[in-house]
């Protein structure tokens, strides 16, 4: 009697499939057709709104910063729509409207978010953080003529327009990063010995190539120890042992994962090793990591930034910050202070993709990308002074100038010498 | 209820020519709407077919060693992402696709097959540990061997797109390429399991003992079970390339394994008709959730699940089963006003209570008090009622 039921279940099925791809294929192709009349808008503007999408990790071990991604284009965006919009360069103003997406860090996943961004219509994709799920819909972006743009991975590939005709880097690639921390202790004269702790693959490799390019040449600078590690470790103890032994007084940690950096920070006070330490932008966050870390300890912890820390006393009233945390609040129902810099980096996003809409005259993404290229020497809200977005430069991200800070107890403040 | 004119002769007399003709016709019907329908869908319904194709082929293989052999395997995901590596390094080097695909399906089957020849011989929860390791194992791996696999920053291959001479859309060709593998798939697993390998992976999954005592070695159908769940794996990792195009460490990361276990049991464990549910359970629910609020999405499909586990516990798959459990006993309440007729079915199984339903409608004009009654026992299971 079973048997007989079995077949039938499965006929059910696919009759109600059929049905449903029969009822669904009403709908046809049309709209996409991109190249026709040069003056004919892109999908996603309108006369009077703009729809950006963002695809990031809002689930998942990288949640915090993901959120982060979103929250800050959106308060920015929040405000000046409250504000009536934005006047872009064809003399139409437009409110901008977001839609983000979770992919949690699966590329699989990012490139349905794509795929579903250009079914929803959106003008263009900023703001996602990683550099695999940026990587998935990256060519499909690029033959799809989609914008996909200030998007938050240090992979140099983003800023290659070759082979990449429409994407952009937003932050600084990692040779940016290491180089910065490079040419200040090379520049102070004092001899130091580095010990090197880096993630096996290309974010650690770009951090330590910056670094000894900037190093090479200076003598009184000596590498004394080379550790790595795999970024699925769950400890690096081992190494840190291992690179205490060689008595450095600089450590260069170029580290990515948040639970290893705490970890890290504890272990060496263990092992009584209290070296002057570098630590990278995304894992120098001063609530997230370097207190838990104790980091207190240690006679100095450096990393380099282009964004005001919220954090710090030194920016408490400043009025980028402040506008910044209560936009925060209003617009993107982010109350809390924000734990990782990617909150203020997508602000900036904001303020670049704004200045593009300033001065692009067609509402096409072929226009909106010349405009993009075209930026230059923004000082975007947040931003440090000595350090500006310039999309202008081939090869680089749209922020490459980063400044070298040292932990203070609170925040960061920007130094000029090493010491 | 249309069903219930099938029903009939069905009962009567078994091998009914005029059921198989409407079956037939179905199919008929199925395979021509499923052919024309990427040339009327907008892009994204073709690119989430596509997708679901990809997922369905790995829940097919994971089926095949959990649902239908009941070992207990959290790497499948492994399998897949080699099939991907494979696909995206014969693809770098411009080998025939065809070449590929089976390279594809043949290196995942032989991984299958050595980690199976040791897995097999341990017993329950160890396999588990073992299958467990594959993917934990494969990230790094895939990381350092930088010349195959390109690192963390992945690789991409580009080989679906349409060509010139099909004037198809790349999203209509892919939808072509994944319905042919993901069908042929889907018909091979289907012999395979209604086969003696089938009966076999019964046997072994109720009781090794038993499987040894009647000739089948519980080893060897283990091992063949793990082997041919890897090769849908490494076919569903090919797929993954094809609708992807680019395959990085994260692909094989842990969490997409048991997020293909819960896909598989959502859809429906030991059934072909659950895989096709559970991938498209895998890449529906994903847009669903993010539809609803992207900021929740873990939290909204952790309900999802738990919601289709309280209401259907042998996966969506039972969904017209558990229906028409529900639609037929109301109509037993609107036949008669016999208050008894509320008394719950729940103890009865699905079968005895069909062929309630077949009674009435046999009955249906004289439908008397003994009549009423029989059908009662029949739900009830119960005997002092008569």
Same mark, same amino acid.
């Given at each position: 009697?079973?048997?007989?039921?079995?077949?039938?279940?499965?006929? +059910?099925?696919?009759?109600?499939?059929?049905?449903?791809?029969?009822?669904?294929?009403?709908?046809?192709?049309?709209?996409?057709?991109?190249?026709?009349?040069?003056?004919?808008?892109?999908?996603?503007?309108?006369?009077?709104?703009? $729809?950006?999408?963002?695809?990031?990790?809002?689930?998942?071990?990288?949640?915090?910063?993901?959120?982060?991604?979103?929250?800050?284009?959106?308060? !920015?965006?929040?405000?000046?729509?409250?504000?009536?919009?934005?006047?872009?360069?064809?003399?139409?103003?437009?409110?901008?409207?977001?839609?983000?997406?979770?992919?949690?860090?699966?590329?699989?996943?990012?490139?349905?978010?794509?795929?579903?961004?250009?079914?929803?219509?959106?003008?263009?994709? $900023?703001? +996602?953080?990683?550099?695999?799920?940026?990587?998935?819909?990256?060519?499909?972006?690029?033959?799809?003529?989609?914008?996909? /743009?200030?998007?938050?991975?240090?992979?140099?590939?983003?800023?290659?327009?070759?082979?990449?005709?429409?994407?952009?880097?937003?932050?600084?690639?990692?040779?940016?990063?290491?180089?910065?921390?490079?040419?200040?202790?090379?520049?102070?004269?004092?001899?130091?010995?580095?010990?090197?702790?880096?993630?096996?693959?290309?974010?650690?490799?770009?951090?330590?190539?910056?670094?000894?390019?900037?190093?090479?040449?200076?003598?009184?600078?000596?590498?004394?120890?080379?550790?790595?590690?795999?970024? $699925?470790?769950?400890? =690096?103890?081992?190494?840190?042992?291992?690179?205490?032994?060689?008595?450095?007084? =600089?450590?260069?940690?170029?580290?990515?994962?948040?639970?290893?950096?705490?970890?890290?920070?504890?272990?060496?006070?263990?092992?009584?090793?209290?070296?002057?330490?570098?630590?990278?932008?995304?894992?120098?966050?001063?609530?997230?990591?370097?207190?838990?870390?104790?980091?207190?300890? !240690?006679?100095?912890?450096?990393?380099?930034?282009?964004?005001?820390?919220?954090?710090?006393?030194?920016?408490?009233?400043?009025?980028?910050?402040?506008?910044?945390?209560?936009?925060?609040?209003?617009?993107?129902?982010?109350?809390?202070?924000?734990?990782?810099?990617?909150?203020?980096?997508?602000?900036?996003?904001?303020?670049?993709?704004?200045?593009?809409?300033?001065?692009?005259?067609?509402?096409?993404?072929?226009?909106?990308?010349?405009?993009?290229?075209? /930026?230059?020497?923004?000082?975007?809200?947040?931003?440090?002074?000595?350090?500006? =977005?310039? $999309?202008?430069?081939? +090869?680089?991200?749209?922020?490459?100038? =980063?400044?070298?800070?040292?932990?203070?107890?609170?925040?960061?403040?920007?130094?000029?010498?090493?010491? | 209820?249309?069903?219930?004119?099938?029903?009939?002769?069905?009962?009567?007399?078994?091998?009914?020519?005029?059921?198989?003709?409407?079956?037939?016709?179905?199919?008929?019907?199925?395979?021509?709407?499923?052919?024309?329908?990427?040339?009327?869908?907008?892009?994204?319904?073709?690119?989430?077919?596509?997708?679901?194709?990809? @997922?369905?082929?790995?829940?097919?293989?994971?089926?095949?060693?959990?649902?239908?052999?009941?070992?207990?395997?959290?790497?499948?995901?492994?399998?897949?992402?080699? #099939?991907? @590596?494979? *696909?995206?390094?014969?693809?770098?080097?411009?080998?025939?696709?065809?070449?590929?695909?089976? &390279?594809?399906?043949?290196?995942?089957?032989?991984?299958?097959?050595?980690?199976?020849?040791?897995?097999?011989?341990?017993?329950?929860?160890?396999?588990?540990?073992?299958?467990?390791?594959?993917?934990?194992?494969?990230?790094?791996?895939?990381?350092?061997?930088?010349?195959?696999?390109?690192?963390?920053?992945?690789?991409?291959?580009?080989? *679906?797109?349409?060509?010139?001479?099909?004037?198809?859309?790349?999203?209509?060709?892919?939808?072509?390429?994944?319905?042919?593998?993901?069908?042929?798939?889907?018909?091979?697993?289907?012999?395979?399991?209604?086969?003696? @390998?089938?009966?076999?992976?019964?046997?072994?999954?109720?009781?090794?003992?038993?499987?040894?005592?009647?000739?089948?070695?519980?080893?060897?159908?283990?091992?063949?079970?793990? *082997?041919? %769940?890897?090769?849908? #794996?490494?076919?569903?990792?090919?797929? @993954?390339?094809?609708?992807?195009?680019?395959?990085?460490?994260? *692909?094989?990361?842990?969490?997409?394994?048991?997020?293909?276990?819960?896909?598989?049991?959502? #859809?429906?464990?030991?059934?072909?008709?659950?895989?096709?549910?559970?991938?498209?359970?895998?890449?529906?629910?994903?847009?669903?959730?993010?539809?609803?609020?992207?900021?929740?999405?873990?939290?909204?499909?952790?309900?999802?699940?738990?919601?289709?586990?309280? &209401?259907?516990?042998?996966?969506?798959?039972?969904?017209?089963?558990?229906?028409?459990?529900?639609?037929?006993?109301?109509?037993?309440?609107?036949?008669?006003?016999?208050?008894?007729?509320?008394?719950?079915?729940?103890?009865?199984?699905?079968?005895?209570?069909?062929?309630?339903?077949?009674?009435?409608?046999?009955?249906? %004009?004289?439908?008397?008090?003994?009549?009423?009654?029989?059908?009662?026992?029949?739900?009830?299971?119960?005997?002092?009622?008569?």
């Amino acid at each position: 009697m079973r048997k007989n039921t079995r077949p039938r279940g499965v006929l +059910g099925i696919v009759a109600v499939a059929a049905v449903i791809a029969l009822s669904a294929s009403g709908c046809t192709r049309g709209g996409t057709n991109q190249g026709g009349g040069s003056n004919a808008a892109s999908p996603g503007i309108t006369d009077s709104s703009i $729809t950006l999408g963002i695809t990031t990790p809002l689930s998942g071990a990288i949640a915090g910063q993901g959120t982060c991604t979103v929250a800050g284009v959106t308060a !920015y965006f929040g405000a000046l729509n409250a504000a009536g919009g934005v006047k872009f360069g064809d003399g139409k103003t437009r409110t901008v409207s977001i839609k983000s997406y979770d992919d949690g860090y699966d590329p699989q996943k990012s490139l349905a978010n794509f795929q579903q961004m250009v079914s929803d219509n959106v003008f263009a994709a $900023t703001a +996602g953080l990683g550099t695999p799920t940026n990587r998935a819909f990256r060519e499909a972006a690029i033959s799809q003529k989609v914008p996909q /743009v200030l998007v938050m991975t240090g992979d140099p590939l983003f800023s290659d327009r070759k082979q990449s005709p429409w994407q952009l880097g937003f932050v600084p690639i990692y040779q940016n990063e290491g180089a910065a921390f490079g040419k200040l202790i090379a520049g102070s004269g004092q001899p130091h010995k580095v010990a090197i702790l880096s993630q096996n693959d290309d974010y650690g490799k770009g951090y330590v190539q910056g670094f000894k390019d900037a190093i090479k040449g200076a003598s009184n600078i000596s590498v004394v120890g080379e550790q790595t590690y795999e970024a $699925t470790d769950t400890s =690096v103890d081992a190494q840190l042992t291992q690179l205490a032994s060689s008595g450095a007084d =600089v450590f260069f940690d170029a580290m990515s994962i948040t639970p290893l950096a705490i970890a890290s920070l504890q272990k060496a006070q263990q092992l009584g090793w209290k070296p002057s330490w570098f630590l990278p932008s995304n894992t120098s966050s001063p609530a997230a990591i370097l207190g838990p870390g104790g980091a207190a300890a !240690y006679p100095g912890i450096y990393s380099v930034s282009f964004a005001k820390a919220p954090q710090s006393p030194a920016f408490a009233k400043d009025p980028d910050v402040v506008k910044f945390l209560a936009d925060l609040k209003q617009y993107a129902k982010y109350p809390d202070m924000p734990a990782f810099p990617h909150c203020m980096w997508s602000y900036m996003v904001g303020a670049t993709l704004e200045q593009a809409f300033k001065t692009m005259t067609e509402p096409t993404r072929d226009n909106f990308m010349t405009a993009l290229r075209n /930026v230059k020497g923004l000082q975007a809200p947040l931003m440090l002074s000595g350090t500006s =977005v310039d $999309t202008t430069t081939d +090869g680089q991200p749209a922020v490459s100038s =980063v400044l070298v800070q040292k932990y203070d107890g609170k925040g960061y403040a920007t130094v000029q010498n090493f010491g | 209820m249309r069903n219930r004119l099938n029903v009939q002769p069905q009962s009567l007399k078994p091998p009914s020519t005029g059921n198989r003709t409407v079956r037939i016709v179905v199919l008929v019907l199925a395979a021509v709407v499923l052919l024309l329908a990427p040339l009327n869908l907008p892009p994204f319904a073709n690119q989430t077919l596509v997708r679901i194709g990809v @997922y369905a082929v790995a829940v097919l293989g994971l089926n095949i060693v959990m649902g239908y052999t009941g070992q207990v395997n959290l790497g499948q995901i492994f399998f897949v992402g080699l #099939g991907a @590596y494979v *696909t995206a390094y014969g693809v770098k080097q411009g080998w025939n696709i065809l070449l590929v695909f089976v &390279l594809a399906c043949l290196i995942a089957g032989l991984v299958g097959l050595l980690v199976a020849l040791a897995a097999a011989r341990l017993g329950g929860l160890a396999i588990a540990m073992v299958t467990i390791a594959l993917p934990i194992v494969g990230v790094p791996l895939a990381k350092r061997l930088e010349g195959f696999t390109g690192g963390s920053q992945g690789i991409s291959a580009r080989f *679906t797109d349409a060509p010139d001479w099909s004037g198809l859309y790349n999203d209509q060709w892919q939808y072509y390429i994944i319905l042919l593998v993901t069908a042929a798939g889907f018909l091979l697993a289907r012999n395979l399991v209604r086969g003696k @390998y089938g009966r076999a992976f019964g046997v072994v999954k109720e009781n090794e003992a038993v499987a040894a005592s009647m000739g089948v070695s519980p080893y060897r159908i283990k091992v063949l079970a793990f *082997t041919v %769940a890897s090769i849908f #794996g490494g076919a569903s990792g090919f797929l @993954y390339l094809a609708a992807v195009q680019y395959t990085s460490p994260e *692909t094989l990361s842990f969490g997409h394994s048991i997020s293909l276990l819960a896909a598989m049991v959502i #859809g429906g464990a030991g059934s072909i008709a659950g895989s096709l549910i559970g991938g498209a359970y895998y890449v529906l629910v994903p847009l669903l959730t993010n539809a609803v609020d992207p900021g929740l999405t873990t939290v909204s499909q952790g309900a999802i699940l738990l919601i289709v586990l309280f &209401l259907l516990p042998e996966g969506l798959v039972s969904l017209p089963r558990v229906l028409r459990r529900i639609t037929g006993r109301n109509r037993d309440r609107r036949g008669a006003g016999d208050p008894q007729r509320t008394v719950p079915a729940t103890a009865a199984g699905a079968a005895p209570e069909k062929q309630a339903i077949q009674h009435q409608a046999e009955h249906r %004009a004289i439908q008397d008090q003994t009549d009423q009654q029989q059908t009662i026992q029949h739900q009830t299971g119960r005997q002092d009622q008569a």
